[in-house]
């Protein structure tokens, strides 16, 4: 069975030349198509919740004139997603959490991870784990770096730390540093009081490991677990 999907408000509508866009819009498919149905199905049925989209179909059937999923009572199906390009971003960050993720009751859901609601799918991609290449996290980093806060570059590198997600961390950590320490100079002269405060590379760096620190600690974990896997700084924890 092939599963549909799309990125939220952009289900695919069907229509002809003639017909008016106010009533197009309040036909039920554009409402509930069976992407969406599958999350509102999660939200009442428990033992959705215990499924991802692939799944799905081995339990449940799609009943298109009614535009809900129910229980299978005899038989069951298997669920194909539809691939999609790398080069078409989001959607394709999506579709490999759509093979992850079980039991979202919303497009938030999908991209929560550990309680924390990210941004993009590709965040939640790369918190999970789900992309293996170091390269492509350093170029996202690069990336997010243009719109996101040093303070969430920190959050997501500490998450990837938390979920085994980085390979060659040494690797990471000398790619994206500089991004990572983003605003840690500023917040340093505002909590000495003294703004013409500056910074060398190590303490730069001593100073980043040591937010990222704060982080992990509120997770019950520490650097501690992590430098010996090639964070190359001896940094003072109790700094």
Known sequence: ????????????????????????????????????????CNKINKDARKLTYVEFPTKFVWKPNDRLWKPWKIGRSIGRIHSVSPKLGEVYFLRILLNKVKGPKSFEEIRTVNGEEFPTFRDACYALGLLDDDKEYVDADKEASHSRTGFYLRFLFSTMLMSNSLGRLEFVWENTWQHLSDGILYNQQRRLKSPGLSLNEDQLKNLTLFEIEQI???NNTSLKNYKKNALPLRINLKT
């Open 1 to 40: 069975m092939r599963l549909p999907f799309h990125l939220p408000d952009q289900q695919q509508v069907i229509y002809a030349a003639d017909d008016d866009i106010a009533d197009v819009l309040e036909q039920p498919s554009v409402a509930a198509s069976m992407f969406t149905s599958w999350m509102e």
């Open 216 to 218: 992990l600690l509120r």
